[in-house]
């Protein structure tokens, strides 16, 4: 499959722990930004056919609907886009309201990634969130009412006095509307306010073992009530796993637009400048081809993150014998890998520690 991703850089607030190209006090910049990137989708010189399109951000629900319509109408345009495409928008629960759900749902966009992260006001208060409890459901009634059925909602772990119970009785509350949960643990990033506030003692984070205790106990909460595990972080009701991210996966094309975003096509991937300044000069971040030793790595680590595992058969086209690495064939043995018609998948239980797994793996 081929996949867009278009980024929306601009937030009306900056989160205290977001370490993304994302910027609040830009907002001068937008008449510029959307011309620039209407004019870098329209020279795209890739003729593919798109099965699903991510407008991600940054706050994409913060700028206009016209707007999004627009760029939409140029990929369209631009691209032939399958009639049952995936496509996505993310949004936080106070800058959507009815007008603006509609106007989503009627220029074809059928995914609603909320950015819930917290349903204890106190925890959305700490980490600058905008909103609170009472307008995320707000939002998840009117989007349902609009017409939306595939919605993803946003959870971090790792908050100041966060509890399972805390998180049990949210998504008890919130399954009602969504179809998805991408549960994320809050990274502290160098130069990012959180990071001081952890530093100057002012808060308190839980320790990573307890972290992961809650991120267990959460993975089988979600299971039965219906969410099966298909990558560490996200969790989905059968048929909504999100097609854009599988796709990012399975190591498919996709076309990144915008301020600081990624493409991969073939063995080629590039990013662009991360900055408007040098964003608007055309600039690229990187540019680079994978070598096969990058390649097979990728492959292995891409494959064991999420449902979609690889194929042995895959790698030895890049020169990698897998079995000749008595870690893969320990962790055959000992279940923590398993081998279906030739593909190798982690087993759910072991997503968690999956980063433990590839790194033993990926020593070729
Ligand atoms: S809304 Fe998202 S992108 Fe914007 S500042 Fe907060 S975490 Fe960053």
């Not at 907002?27 to 620039?36: H, I, L």
């Not at 996505?88 to 989503?104: C, F, G, H, R």
């Not at 502290?188 to 839980?206: A, C, F, N, W």
Request: hydrophobic share 40%; proline share 2%; aromatic share 12%.
């Amino acid at each position: 499959m081929n996949s867009i991703y278009v980024h929306i850089p601009f937030c009306e607030q900056k989160c205290c722990y977001c370490a993304f190209a994302s910027f609040d006090n830009q907002f001068d910049q937008v008449q510029k930004y959307f011309q620039a990137l209407q004019k870098e989708i329209e020279s795209s010189t890739f003729e593919f056919r798109i099965g699903s399109i991510f407008i991600g951000g940054g706050t994409p629900s913060a700028v206009s609907p016209s707007i999004i319509e627009k760029i939409l109408k140029t990929i369209r345009e631009k691209f032939q886009v399958e009639k049952d495409a995936e496509i996505t928008i993310e949004a936080n629960p106070n800058s959507l309201d009815e007008k603006k759900l509609k106007e989503y749902f009627s220029m074809g966009i059928n995914r609603l990634s909320v950015g819930v992260q917290s349903l204890e006001n106190k925890q959305l208060k700490m980490l600058g969130r905008l909103h609170n409890k009472i307008q995320v459901f707000k939002a998840l009634r009117v989007a349902k009412k609009v017409g939306f059925k595939n919605i993803n909602c946003d959870l971090l772990l790792g908050l100041e006095n966060q509890s399972v119970f805390q998180l049990k009785k949210a998504i008890k509350a919130l399954k009602k509307y969504a179809t998805h949960f991408s549960c994320y643990m809050l990274q502290v990033e160098d130069g990012t306010p959180v990071k001081s506030m952890v530093e100057g003692g002012r808060i308190k984070l839980p320790d990573d073992d307890k972290v992961v205790k809650i991120y267990h106990r959460l993975v089988v909460f979600l299971k039965r009530n219906g969410f099966e595990q298909y990558e560490i972080s996200n969790f989905a009701k059968k048929g909504f796993e999100c097609l854009h991210n599988l796709n990012y996966w399975g190591r498919g094309n996709y076309l990144g637009f915008g301020l600081g975003a990624h493409s991969f096509v073939g063995e080629s991937r590039w990013a662009n400048a991360s900055n408007f300044f040098d964003y608007f000069a055309g600039k690229k971040a990187f540019s680079e081809k994978l070598n096969d030793k990058q390649v097979a790595e990728e492959i292995v680590m891409l494959g064991l993150r999420c449902c979609l595992g690889f194929r042995l058969s895959q790698l030895k086209k890049y020169g990698v014998i897998l079995e000749k690495n008595p870690y893969f064939n320990e962790f055959l043995e000992k279940g923590v890998l398993k081998a279906e018609n030739g593909v190798i998948k982690i087993n759910p239980d072991y997503y968690g520690v999956s980063n433990l797994v590839i790194e033993e793996l990926i020593d070729f």
